[in-house]
């Protein structure tokens, strides 16, 4: 049951046009864009600082953005509650979802990695395992903020708000720049979101070779461990 439940799931989010356009599309222009512009102050070849931030990116957008749009769309028009009572248990309701996410995430990597590698990337092949409990954390720490905004808001609301927060951490969370680029105290925050802290701990592993820092996995955890609890207490089926 949960492996077809989970097929099905990631079926639905890779036949969604929008969904491919914000979890594939948008990042892969990025990739391109910022490897190519000279925008910032980041050391060459560009391209190996911004894989781990168009990969923080792509992360963000399928676990939180994606999710929470669909999460809300679900209940507006009665899914999730039909699904709720269905043979289906309700841990295989929500494994299926988070192992779908997964199974996107992973698709991303691949497709943006190879992209990459083509554009002159080089991976610190020691941090290459090292990351994937990372992209793990950060799918879960997203996921969790996307049920709690799709899990209590009304459908339009959600479509609002997930659009706008996946635009200002963009901007402002460490993914387009790093945040050494951004202004004094906006820099500052951005180590403490869960973007900066994914993009920041990516780049260790990936460009550097080296083990993620305590606080970008702490504020990982921090952030899912919050948007979880309150999500568990507030989401609502329809």
Do not use: C
């Not at 709690?148 to 387009?176: D, K, P, Q, Y």
Request: aromatic share 4%; no cysteine; net charge positive.
């Amino acid at each position: 049951m949960l492996a077809a439940h989970t097929v099905l799931e990631a079926k639905l989010t890779l036949r969604h046009g929008e969904q491919v356009l914000l979890n594939l599309i948008i990042p892969l222009a990025l990739l391109i864009g910022l490897s190519t512009l000279h925008i910032g102050a980041v050391t060459e070849p560009r391209v190996d600082s911004v894989v781990p931030r168009v990969l923080a990116l792509a992360v963000m957008s399928t676990a939180f953005t994606g999710q929470a749009i669909a999460l809300g769309f679900d209940r507006r028009y009665g899914v999730i509650k039909r699904l709720s009572a269905t043979a289906l248990p309700r841990w295989v309701l929500i494994g299926g979802r988070v192992l779908a996410t997964l199974v996107v995430v992973a698709l991303q990597v691949v497709v943006l990695g190879i992209t990459g590698l083509l554009m002159g990337w080089s991976p610190a092949v020691e941090g290459l395992l090292a990351a994937v409990p990372l992209f793990v954390l950060g799918t879960l720490a997203f996921g969790a903020a996307g049920v709690l905004v799709g899990g209590t808001l009304r459908a339009e609301i959600v479509l609002a708000v997930a659009n706008a927060v996946w635009f200002v951490l963009l901007l402002a969370g460490g993914l387009a720049l790093p945040p050494q680029d951004l202004p004094g105290a906006v820099g500052a925050l951005a180590h403490f979101l869960p973007s900066g802290a994914l993009a920041e701990s990516l780049d260790a592993t990936l460009a550097h070779g080296a083990l993620p820092g305590l606080r970008p996995v702490l504020v990982l955890v921090a952030w899912g461990a919050v948007t979880g609890l309150v999500a568990g207490r507030t989401t609502r089926l329809t």
